[in-house]
Every structure is written in structure tokens, then in C-alpha cells.
């Protein structure tokens, strides 16, 4: 089986940053696309961020310049860096990947359980 676990919510006062991390454990061969989704209270879950096996990436509008998505394909981890933080990005962040597992002859997703990210003063 396949595990992302998040980390590096919390919270912080407007303007402030925080860097989470998605790390991705188990029966891996290969990660495709990963990606940051968030869900605030009353709201559909929507796309933060995704940056897909080659590098390339995309951002929600309300995020670009903002945020910025990096993995580290040796250590199976994706990151997202979040600056200049406003009250409105409160949610909970989870993360995906399209996981190749060994054994396996096509991609799986998978989530992982979200991590807190809380804006306040």
C-alpha cells in the first residue's frame, strides 16, 4: 500500500508563512503528478497547486506568486511553500499523487488526511 501523510499546518498570523510537506511512503515505483488541494468549511475542495513528474507546474490564480509547489523525487516528498498569508486560505490542505506502485501496470491516486492551515490574527 501507498501512504501520504501531510505536515506543517498550524497557525499563523496574517502575513506569515508556513511550509507544508506531503511525504509519500510505501510500495512506490514511481510518482506521477502531485498535488495541494484544500477544503475550507462550507466550500468545495479545490486545487491549490500541482507540479507533475517533469517539474511542470500550475496554480490557482488566487495562490500564484504566492505559493510555491517543489518536490524532492529521491525523498518521495512534495512541499508547498506559502507566503504572505491572508485569513482567506484557511482550510484544510491535503495532498495527491498518482502513484505507480511495484507490481502494479497503471497510476493509482491517492490522499493523504490534510493538515490544519489556520489564518489568524
Known amino acids: 500500500q501507498v501512504q501520504l501523510v501531510e505536515s506543517g499546518g498550524g497557525l499563523v498570523q496574517p502575513g506569515g508563512s508556513l511550509r507544508l510537506s506531503c511525504a509519500a511512503s510505501?510500495?512506490?515505483?514511481?510518482?506521477?503528478?502531485m498535488g495541494w488541494y484544500r477544503q475550507a468549511p462550507g466550500k468545495q475542495r479545490e486545487l491549490v497547486a500541482i507540479?507533475?513528474?517533469?517539474?511542470?507546474?500550475n496554480y490557482a490564480g488566487t495562490v500564484k506568486g504566492r505559493f510555491t509547489i517543489s518536490r524532492d523525487n529521491a525523498r518521495n516528498t512534495m512541499y508547498l511553500q506559502m507566503n504572505s498569508l491572508k485569513a482567506e486560505v484557511t482550510a484544510v490542505y491535503c495532498c495527491n499523487a498518482d502513484v505507480h506502485r511495484y507490481g502494479s501496470t497503471w497510476y493509482e491516486d491517492y490522499w493523504g488526511q490534510g493538515t490544519q492551515v489556520t489564518v489568524s490574527s
Open positions: 507540479i507533475r513528474g517533469g517539474g511542470s507546474t
Open positions: 510505501g510500495s512506490i515505483f514511481k510518482l506521477n503528478a
